[in-house]
Every structure is written in C-alpha cells, then in structure tokens.
C-alpha cells in the first residue's frame, strides 16, 4: 500500500509545481526535494514490504514512518491550497473593479498571500528533516532497491464476462448437486408438506450456503406466484428489511415505515399466494420470531428459506423441519472446483498436465475442503502462466506447517499477491456496510476520485478502474451480483470472511476505519485516519474520525450529519439513509471529488452554498434523493465535472459559456434554451437522460441529440402533465442509424405521434437493451421489436400498446435473455414456439394478463 501512496504523492507534488510554478518563489526547491527523494524512496519499496510480509518489525516500522510523512506531505499541499482559496474568497470582489482601487486590492491580496507560503515552507522544511532520517535508516534496515512489483495493469488476462448471484454458472459449482436435490424436494413438494415451512441452510462461514440458497432460487422460482432473495447480514433494520421485501414484490415503496404496519401490509401482500422468501445471512436468534406473522400460513406450500452460520438460529424457526447442515469437500471435489479456478480457459476434455495435477492436489488439500479458499486460491493461480515454476512458487508460499489458519491464510495470501493498486481497491470495499450491493459504476467513479487507479495513455481513468474491477472479479476476491445487457458489471458484494481481512489490512496500513466493528475498543484510536465509513447508527464514532481524513462514508437511518463540514480536506462524502439533510458549509470543501447522497427523503442545499467553489468535483450523485429546492448553477460552472446523476430534472442549465468538456454522465435534465446550447458542445457524453413536460421544451430536440454521436446510453421521458405531449419521435425515425452507431441503450417512455408505428430498421444498429413505456402504440410493436438481432433485455411498460387486447411475438428475438412486461389493458401476452430461444429471465408484473407460451418457456407462465 506504501507503493501506492508514495506513487500518489508524487504526483501530487509535480503537478503542485506546474499549476504553482509562479506562486511558489523559493518554496519550489523543498518541493522539488521532496519529489526527488521519494522518487528515489520508491525502487526499495516492494523489498521493505516483502521483508515486512515476512515479519520483519523493523521494515514495518521503518513502512509506518514513510506512510506518516507521506501523510504530511500531501496534508501541507491540501492545506495550503484550502487557506489560498479561502483568501481568496475573501477577496473575490476584487476582480470585478479593473480601476486603481483593484490594483491596491491586488497588491494587498499578494501580501496575505506571504504568510500563507512562510507556513508551508515551515512545514515542507520540518517534513525534510524526517524525509532525510528515513531515507538514512533504510541502509540500517539493509532495505534495498528493487525493480517493481513486474505484472502491470496489462498483463493479467481478463475473464470472459458472464452473469452471477442470481445468475449463477452452475458448471462452475462442485459437491453441491445433492444439497441442491433435497432441498428443492423440501421447497417444491407442497403434496408432503403443504404448510407454510421454513428451511434453514446451515454453515461455517465460505461453506457456500449463499452459492446453494442463489443456485435453488434459480430452480425453484418459477413454482411460486411471489419470490425473494435478499441479504440480512449482521447489523440490519428489520423496517428496512420489510421495506425491501414489499418494494421488490410490489414495485413500489410502502407508504408508511413503522414495523407493525410494514408486517401487516406484507401479510396482506402474501395472503393467498403461493411465495417462497429466501432470507441469507441471518445473524440474530429473534429474527424469525419478529417476522413470522408478516408470513401468511394458506396450506399452499409457501415457503421460507434461510442461511446461517448459527445452528440456534435454525433451531428457534421451524420445529419441525431438521437444519440443513452443509459438509465440507471431499478431496476429490476440492481438486476439482480448484482446477475450474484455476484453469479457466481449459475445455473440459483437455487433461491436466500431471506435474500440475499433483501440484493441485497439494494445494487443494491444503484448503481443507472449504470451497471460498479453494476459489480464492484458484483465483491467484489463474493470474500465472501454466507452468510447474509458476505454480510451484505459489506452493512455496504458503506456510504448510502451520494448522488452523489456512483458509485465512490462504485470503491473506490472495491480498498480498495483488499489484498495489488492486490492494487499494480491494480495501475501498470495506467503506461499504456488510453485504451490500455496491453499484460498479459508484465504484469506479469512486476509485478515480480516490486517486488510486494507475494511469493509463489509451484509456480513460473509468475504463481503467472497471479493469481493476474485473481482475477482483477473476481473482475470486469480488463476487458478481449482476451485469448489464453488455456484460459489462453492474453489482457487486464482497464476502463476509473476506471483508474481515480487508477491514483488519486496512486498519493495520491505517487505510480505512470502519464504524461500529464487532468487538473493537475504539477508545484507543488517535485521529489519523484517511478513510472512515459510519455504519448503522453510529454517530457516536464521529469523534474519532481524523481532520484530515479524504473520504467520509456516512450508513444512517436518522436526520442530518453532524460536522461534516469540518473535515475541509475531503475528496469523498457519500451519505445513504439520512432522512432529512441541509448542506451547510458545502462549499469550504474545496478539494470535494466525489458527492453521493442517495435514499434521502429530503435534501436542501443552503441559500449560501456556492458549488462553484468545488473545483475538483468529478461525481455529484443524488439519485433516489428529493431536493426541497434547485441544485445551484454553479455546479455547471466546474470544468472537471464528469458525472451528474440527480433523480430529479436539472431544471437550470448552464450558460452558453460553461466549459462542459469532461462531462460523461447526465441524468436527467430538462431540455431548457440553456440546455439546447450545451448539448452539441458534449462530445465526451456516454449516457444521458432527458425528461420533460411541455411542448415548446421539445423543439429541435432530436437535432440537438443528434449531435451526440457517442452516446452509449439514451433516456427520453416525456412526464405526464396537463398538455397533450408526444415523444419527438423523429429522434428514432431520423437520428438512430445514421448518429448513434454506438447507442447500447434506449428507453422512450412517453407518446408517439398519432399513425407512428414502431420500424426495427430505424433503431441503433448495436441496441443491446431497450425500454418502451406509455408509446400509445396502435400497431402491436413485437414482430418489429423482434427483428433486433443484438437486443439481450427488453422492458414493455404500461400503454404501450392500446390498438388491442393481444400482443404477439411471432418469430425473432435470437439473443434476448431478460424480458419484463407491465401490461395493464393487454388481456393476453403470447410467445409463439422457437422465439425468445435464450430467455433466461421474464418478469410479469400485472398477473391480470393471460401467458400463453411454449413448451419450452412455459414454466415462466407458472
């Protein structure tokens, strides 16, 4: 992690010295001393880190020096930059008088300026005296240079992208086929058991209970009206989870969030259908007994799954049904399900060569039949060339004569053996609460925000970072929770045994706290850290959170953030659950990056709040989020903006003047005059959203998105309102083909001029997902829509079709694998025999509409 830091840091310092080249005076030459001798600090970095790996204290010492006086370096820039631009605030009005007067303002702004540089160089100058100690003492240490780590960004070979979690690759699972046949007869033969019964799937933690709970939902969901899965983990909400468990069912947020209403209107939701709830990672004893009554019992075998790692958590649910209790691999299957990690690529009739094999075998008998160490393990000998050398050298590695610990040595070991910028992405995943599903678009943006993805000259810093993501993937060391039509990753979630190594690697290298964890006396910690995530309540911790502390995640169910505008050198402030919000004293956070407030009920910017001032702003993210009043203009006028996501219309536009370059990401705007201006300058735009509501908004519209010929994301909504609108629909008709050649997804969610019909010709050529709502179409779209021969995901919303009672897809659809239909008015939906031959998902959310499907879809009908 030194590696990454020191890296960081010195870049830090020659941009310094760029940007303040005329400011500086003699402050430079401390600047560009300190530059010189990390540079040189940095060839004896991986040995120090390899002696410390093996226990040498003095090189971890000597590494927890460095990283204190790296940590004042980049403190002394931050902070200069913050006092200079709070001067400078107090003198903006300066510059608007260009008179005698403004000169006299000058020169005394100059002179305030002199204090600030002696205070820096005081600083620079006590830093270089420890600098010149421990660049002295690693000669002591006998710590020397070495070439880097020698597996570059490049280097690792990437996995063919695929689904996961619900979507699981069941030839990859080994030794679970019986589990996975008993307990589909427990959940399926409502006959024997025709009571309402819970089951619970017991394990020690890697055993794959979660693996068999996602493997037996895939199976089982089509014999239910309802089903569910979702995670409770340690520390969760039982409003919270009810919540969640009507929204997903019904589509929509209950109303009211007290506990007794919540489990009375789940009740009312399941009584007299036919459900089965999978509940993974139950912690607490008490769950089932505060659940049990939202359960309704109608003698039509419902059912209600759970995993544990608890064997008095199964005991205190169903009296009647035994626990499930998971055994550990035979040998034979733990050399098996290592060599499908470790050989990925390999057909399956293809042989291990037998040096290999008997290297295998030895490994995997090592993991002790527990399928996460073998995954893991199978993870890091897939980054290495297929030679007994290569392999050999992993086996070496371990310790094989310590007992008890190898399942978690073997974790440790898969985070030692990562290049040090995929340490540190490793360790942001931590700032996430237990078992959440973490956006891999949040992510990414995060991780750039963060500094910490290596630089590359052929890609963009996001195209970078998604690599780092899937190379976690393919080490085993991040599991898949979904991917977008493209296959590219759209959820994520870390393991639990493998978020307590990255929690207590990221404490040791001082990378991140996390707030509150189980069994830890916080009362001993000192204010240092970079990183800190509150989670759950926990408002308590914020004491112990550092001053200088770069990135600040805040997990809470109550009203406000006390003091976050007191750590004036954040990079990062992401907010999720706090109910009600004011952003005072924002804009002091000069050095602000990433802002994400989401799940807020009620978020207010202050009259005062100038986010002009927020210069380095990259990501502002306030999706699932209600603004009591506008987002200020002055956001449009910060040049390093990439992504604006907001759930609500970006009403005020920029001016004509507004430099919008670097802007990726737009969601969702109303296309004002001021809008219309902007649009054609955004060259670099990926993905945008527009939504409006009166006619005149609309004109040359479609022109104007024409103009964006990269676009890889395209949302039109036009919003119910008192005019009778349509969708410019010439944006279909005489835009797609010729401009958006590159267009992945469409979403037209409003009117279609009266006599339109829908023309699959007259679509983007590459269109992987599409989303039809409210089109008032009088042609039945399906055997147009059809002929999409890429399109993987297709949603048919409410009226969008009104010329009948009956929709029919006749032939086509070759690739589409997920499709969801909302079609209230339609009486009868019909697949015709050999269309849709690659569905995988198909969700019907108005069950007034018949399915008449054919034998091979019809258990999606059930």
């Known amino acids: 992690m030194a590696v990454s830091l020191v890296s960081f840091v010195v870049g830090k310092l020659s941009d310094f010295m760029v940007k303040e080249a005329k400011l500086l005076g003699g402050v430079r030459q401390q600047v560009e001393w300190a530059e010189r001798e990390l540079k040189r600090i940095q060839c004896c970095l991986n040995d120090a880190d390899t002696k410390r790996r093996k226990g040498d204290v003095r090189a971890e010492n000597w590494l927890n020096d460095l990283r204190g006086v790296v940590y004042r370096i980049e403190d002394a820039i931050d902070t200069f930059y913050l006092e200079l631009e709070l001067e400078d605030n107090n003198c903006n009005k300066r510059r608007k008088d260009r008179s005698v007067l403004y000169k006299i303002k000058n020169l005394y702004h100059k002179s305030k300026e002199l204090p600030i540089l002696h205070k820096l160089a005081t600083e620079l100058g006590d830093i270089q005296k420890v600098l010149e100690e421990i660049s002295k003492s690693k000669d002591d240490y006998t710590i020397e240079p070495l070439q880097g780590h020698g597996r ?21 699972i080994v030794g ?119 359960f309704p019992d109608d003698k039509n075998g419902s059912r209600v799954l759970m995993t544990s790692r608890f064997m008095n958590v199964a005991k205190l649910t169903d009296s009647k049904m035994t626990p499930y209790e998971l055994a550990f691999l035979n040998e034979e299957e733990s050399l098996d399900l290592f060599l499908k990690k470790a050989l990925p690529y390999q057909e399956p009739d293809d042989e291990c060569p037998s040096d290999l094999l008997e290297l295998a075998d030895k490994l995997s008998k090592k993991c002790k039949g527990l399928p996460l160490a073998l995954i893991v393990l199978g993870g890091i000998i897939s ?42 992405c490793f360790l942001c995943l931590t700032l996430f609460p237990e078992d959440y599903v973490i956006s891999a678009r949040n992510l990414i943006s995060m991780w750039v925000a963060e500094g910490i993805i290596p630089r590359h000259e052929k890609r963009t810093m996001e195209d970078t970072a ?5 190379q976690l993937v393919q080490r085993s060391l991040v599991q898949v929770s979904s991917r977008h039509a493209n296959g590219s990753l759209k959820d994520c979630r870390l393991h639990d045994l493998l978020r307590d190594l990255a929690i207590h690697e990221g404490m040791k290298e001082n990378f991140v706290l996390v707030f509150p964890k189980p069994h830890d006396n916080v009362s001993h910690l000192d204010r240092v850290t970079r990183r800190a995530s509150l989670q759950s309540n926990c408002a308590e911790f914020i004491e112990y959170v550092s001053p200088t502390t770069r990135s600040l995640f805040w997990f ?41 407030i989401r799940y807020c009920s009620r978020l207010k910017f202050s009259n005062d709040c100038s986010l002009g001032r927020l210069k380095n702003l990259e990501t502002l993210d306030l999706r699932e989020t209600f603004l009591s009043n506008d987002i200020p203009i002055g956001l449009w ?96 008709y005489t835009t797609m083909i010729p401009n958006y050649q590159n267009l992945q997804s469409l979403s037209l ?16 050529p590459h269109l992987i997902k599409l989303v039809l709502g409210s089109s008032g179409l009088r042609q039945d779209p399906m055997q147009e829509i059809g002929k999409l021969k890429y399109l993987k995901k297709l949603k048919l919303l409410q009226s969008v079709y009104i010329g009948g009672m009956e929709m029919i897809c006749p032939a086509g659809f070759p690739v589409l694998e997920n499709l969801l239909i909302d079609l209230t008015g339609i009486a009868s939906f019909t697949i015709k025999e050999g269309v849709m031959p690659k569905l995988k998902h198909f969700q019907n959310y108005n069950h007034n509409t018949i399915l008449n499907m054919p034998p091979e879809l019809e258990h999606f009908a059930k």
């Open 749 to 764: 969610r409003g009117h279609w001029s009266e006599g339109v019909t829908l023309e699959a010709s007259l679509f983007p």
């Open 152 to 172: 570059e960004l490049d280097a690792v070979v990437l996995p063919q992208r695929r689904a996961a979690y619900h979507d699981l690759d069941e030839t990859e």
């Open 383 to 424: 980054t290495r060339d297929k030679t007994f050398h290569d392999w050999k050298r992993v086996s070496d590695t371990l310790d094989w004569h310590e007992e008890g610990k190898d399942c978690m040595q073997v974790l440790a070991m898969s985070y030692e053996d990562m290049p040090y910028y995929l340490k540190a």
């Open 466 to 470: 998604e690599v780092c993501l899937e």
């Open 556 to 596: 809470g169910q109550g009203k406000d953030i006390p003091m976050y505008s007191e750590f004036k050198l954040l990079r990062i402030l992401i907010i999720v659950n706090v109910s009600e919000i004011e952003l005072r004293g924002l804009d002091r956070l000069i050095h602000l990056k990433y802002l994400g």
């Open 176 to 294: 679970l086929d019986a589990d996975r046949n008993n307990i589909l007869q427990l959940l399926l033969n409502s006959e024997a058991i025709p009571r309402r019964a819970v089951i619970t799937i017991v394990g020690a933690g890697g055993l794959g209970k979660t693996t068999l709970a996602c493997m037996v939902y895939n199976r089982a969901k089509i014999g239910f009206r309802y089903h569910l899965m979702l995670s409770v983990s340690q520390q969760f909400s039982l409003s919270n989870l009810l919540t969640k468990m009507i929204s997903e069912l019904e589509g929509s947020k209950p109303k009211k969030q007290e506990v007794g209403h919540l489990i009375s209107d789940l009740r009312n939701l399941l009584t007299g259908k036919r459900y089965m709830i999978i509940l993974d990672d139950v912690w607490e004893t008490d769950l089932w007994e505060q659940l049990k009554h939202a």
């Open 637 to 732: 006028t910060i040049g390093t903006l990439r992504h604006a996501k907001c759930g609500t219309r970006l009403v005020r536009g920029p001016s004509a003047s507004a430099d919008l370059r670097n802007l990726q990401t737009l969601q969702y705007i109303s296309v004002s005059d001021t809008w219309k201006n902007q649009l054609p300058c955004l060259k670099n735009l990926r993905k945008l959203g527009v939504e409006n509501r009166h006619a005149k908004d609309w004109d040359g519209v479609a022109h104007l998105l024409g103009t964006l010929s990269h676009l890889l994301s395209l949302h039109v909504y036009v919003l119910i309102s008192e005019e009778r609108l349509y969708i410019p629909i010439e944006i279909v």
